[in-house]
């Protein structure tokens, strides 16, 4: 059986090297890259792929939001997540949202095939550092932490003012304005009850966010 797969990743060169690296793998063929959110859920439609590889940051739609759309039309097909972001920053929302399994760019190329082969075949590809929390996250009764709480878009804004971008900085990323961005930032510190910046950064920093 050989194994369908579209890359999804806004960045040409990152595609490329997928690319190549699974060229190696004789029962894994590339059949279709998308470069935005919309883009991803075109090519699915016409490729027809076993895998997705789709990486969080998605121009054009938000990643949780994107990853839903994909497991309600096509729940047969697996997505592996492609990120920068440590395990413990996306993992466990992807997890929950669908995904079969979640990789860091930084892993080596025979860890990306061998979850590509592993998810193709209906099986989970859970990296150590998150598998405790989402046995945690699942479980009846199980603690929440306070991040949890938050929105998709909220989590977002929250991990990217954590890492110390300033409003604007993160409205450019996210493609918002920078009103909108305030708007989130106060939503995440009364949600959370905070006060100040300083307070979400050391938060964010407590907990492996940034």
Do not use: N, W
């Amino acid at each position: 059986m050989v194994i369908r797969v579209l890359l999804a990743d806004d960045h040409p060169v990152v595609r490329a090297g997928l690319r190549q690296i699974l060229a190696d793998a004789p029962d894994i063929a590339v059949v279709g890259e998308a470069a935005d959110g919309p883009a991803v859920v075109e090519r699915v439609a016409a490729t027809h792929p076993d895998v997705v590889v789709l990486d969080v940051a998605m121009p054009g739609a938000p990643f949780v939001g994107l990853l839903r759309t994909l497991k309600r039309a096509y729940p047969r097909v697996a997505v592996l997540v492609l990120s920068v972001h440590p395990e413990d920053q996306y993992a466990v929302r992807a997890f929950r949202s669908g995904a079969a399994g979640y990789l860091t760019k930084e892993r080596s190329p025979e860890l990306l095939v061998a979850a590509i082969r592993k998810v193709a075949q209906g099986g989970r590809s859970v990296p150590d550092a998150i598998a405790e929390r989402l046995v945690t996250a699942h479980a009846p009764g199980g603690a929440t932490e306070l991040h949890e709480t938050l929105s998709e878009r909220e989590y977002e804004v929250l991990c990217l003012l954590g890492s110390g971008k300033t409003v604007k900085d993160v409205a450019a990323h996210l493609d918002l304005s920078p009103k909108t961005v305030s708007t989130f930032r106060a939503r995440i510190l009364h949600k959370m009850g905070l006060r100040t910046s300083a307070d979400l950064i050391r938060y964010a920093l407590k907990h492996e966010l940034a």
